[in-house]
């Protein structure tokens, strides 16, 4: 699922910095959105040496994970495959897809990783947006085709679906693991300060010449920020948000935010901020709080170490976390309403 998130440098700190060595910035067309690089503190060539290998990295992830066009891998040949037959996934697939279930557990099964079936039947991840409502008969072919009990892992990187139709879908936490082996390639090449941002997904590392990175959260509804947070260490910050890919129909947004539970776009947030340790873990845990709520996202959030969220619900009220509460600095516009 695509993600939107700003970032921004406030003008004064590009001014006031005076970096020996100025950022390096590329733009890629990668999994499926816009990503761009930005590096600080190394040299140009350096720089664009690490940029060109995590590009490499992250789309090796792509063409793992992908689920469109006519790359071949393993997760299109588990979807492919029929009930009681044995699928050996690449060892990447076999990792995230334990990782999956895990959080599958953990969000009360929120986050869905056997949704392929019904994201199809949406078609928000297709070439041309929908513009019609899927029909309640339809959802309910697509449920029937999803749940992770279906799946087990039955040998080393070797699973199995009881049920025929059960498909995989990693659309909200592959973006997330490809960031993190692009991070890693940097890192491994002797960078120490960078973002990627993949249409919102983001990771960020080190600082900016000795001054905090400053990232702006989108306001929901307007294009403008909301507010932001001023990072200078490695973490990742992610938002998932009902904006970007949706229709009206009968005065009703439908997004491409599915509950599973229900088979119909989640209506408990309007847009979710996570701050974790790793944008695979930002990336899934803003899809699930998304669907929760605050309501029952928030002890969640509360329970795990360096997790942060903000919520803006469905009445455009916002809701943060403990341990974010000092660091979001909200827009003077937006705390007056």
């Given at each position: ?278 944008a695979m873990q930002a990336d899934a845990l803003s899809t699930a709080l998304f669907i929760l709520g605050f309501e029952k996202g928030m002890g969640l959030v509360e329970s795990m ?7 803006v619900d469905s009445n455009m009220l916002i809701h943060m976390s403990s341990g974010i509460k000092s660091q979001f600095h909200l827009m003077q516009k937006n705390r007056d309403k």
């Amino acid at each position: 699922m695509l993600k939107y998130l700003w970032a921004v440098a406030a003008l004064s700190l590009l001014v006031s910095c005076q970096s020996q060595v100025e950022d390096v910035k590329e733009t890629r067309l990668l999994l499926g959105t816009v990503v761009t690089f930005t590096v600080a503190g190394v040299p140009e060539d350096v720089a664009l040496k690490a940029i060109t290998q995590a590009v490499a990295a992250m789309q090796g992830v792509e063409n793992r994970f992908t689920t469109h066009g006519d790359v071949l891998n393993t997760v299109k040949t588990f979807n492919q495959a029929a009930a009681g037959e044995a699928v050996q996934l690449d060892a990447d697939v076999d990792t995230l897809l334990q990782q999956s279930i895990t959080y599958w557990q953990q969000t009360q099964g929120a986050f869905d990783p056997t949704l392929g079936d019904l994201n199809r039947r949406w078609g928000f991840s297709g070439d041309v947006a929908p513009t019609q409502v899927l029909s309640k008969a339809e959802v309910k072919k697509g449920l029937a085709r999803s749940g992770v009990d279906h799946i087990r892992r039955i040998a080393p990187r070797t699973w199995v679906k009881d049920k025929t139709g059960i498909q995989l879908d990693f659309g909200a936490i592959a973006k997330g693991l490809a960031i993190d082996k692009g991070i890693a390639k940097l890192q491994y090449l002797g960078v120490e300060h960078a973002i990627i941002n993949a249409g919102g997904d983001m990771r960020i590392l080190g600082d900016h010449s000795g001054h905090a990175w400053r990232i702006a959260i989108r306001h929901p509804r307007q294009d403008t920020a909301l507010g932001w947070l001023d990072i200078s260490a490695d973490t990742s910050i992610v938002t998932s948000g009902d904006y970007e890919r949706f229709f009206i129909s009968q005065g009703k947004r439908y997004h491409h935010i599915i509950n599973p539970k229900t088979g119909f776009p989640a209506v408990q947030s309007v847009s979710v901020t996570v701050q974790a340790p790793t944008a695979m873990q930002a990336d899934a845990l803003s899809t699930a709080l998304f669907i929760l709520g605050f309501e029952k996202g928030m002890g969640l959030v509360e329970s795990m170490p360096d997790v942060e969220a903000i919520w803006v619900d469905s009445n455009m009220l916002i809701h943060m976390s403990s341990g974010i509460k000092s660091q979001f600095h909200l827009m003077q516009k937006n705390r007056d309403k």
